[in-house]
Nanobody, 124 residues
Framework: QVQLVESGGGLVQAGGSLRLSCAVS????????MGWFRQAPGKEREFVAG????????YYGDFVKNRFTISINNAENLVALQMNSLEPEDTAVYYC?????????????????WGQGTQVTVSS
C-alpha cells in the first residue's frame, strides 16, 4: 500500500518561503510521477506542480510564475516543493499525489494516490 505523507506547512508572512516535503512509503518513488495540488476554502483543488520520476521534466501551474520549484529525491523517496515569494492567495491545503501509469501531470484524475494534505497560511 502506497502512502504519502506531507510535511512542512505552516504560517508565513507574505514574501516568505516554505518548503513542503512528501515522503513516499510502501513503494519506490521512481515508479511514479509526482504532483502537488492545493485547495483553498471554497475553491476547487488546483494543480501546482508536477515532476516525472527522473526529475528532468517539471510542469507548473500558470499562477506559480517561477516562485515554486518541485524536486524529486529518489534516494530518500520524497518529493519537495520549495515555495518562495508567497502571497496570501497561496493560502490553501497542499496535497501530494502519485501517478503510477500514464499521467497528465496537471490533471487531478491522473493520480492514483494522495496524501492527507498540509496547511499553508500566508498572512498579509
Amino acid at each position: 500500500q502506497v502512502q504519502l505523507v506531507e510535511s512542512g506547512g505552516g504560517l508565513v508572512q507574505a514574501g516568505g518561503s516554505l518548503r513542503l516535503s512528501c515522503a513516499v512509503s510502501g513503494s519506490t518513488i521512481g515508479y511514479y510521477r509526482m504532483g502537488w495540488f492545493r485547495q483553498a476554502p471554497g475553491k476547487e483543488r488546483e494543480f501546482v506542480a508536477g515532476v516525472e520520476w527522473s526529475g528532468t521534466f517539471t510542469y507548473y501551474g500558470d499562477f506559480v510564475k517561477n516562485r515554486f520549484t518541485i524536486s524529486i529525491n529518489n534516494a530518500e523517496n520524497l518529493v519537495a516543493l520549495q515555495m518562495n515569494s508567497l502571497e496570501p492567495e497561496d493560502t490553501a491545503v497542499y496535497y501530494c499525489a502519485a501517478c503510477s501509469g500514464y499521467c497528465n501531470l496537471n490533471i487531478e484524475s491522473s493520480y492514483d494516490y494522495w496524501g492527507q494534505g498540509t496547511q499553508v497560511t500566508v498572512s498579509s
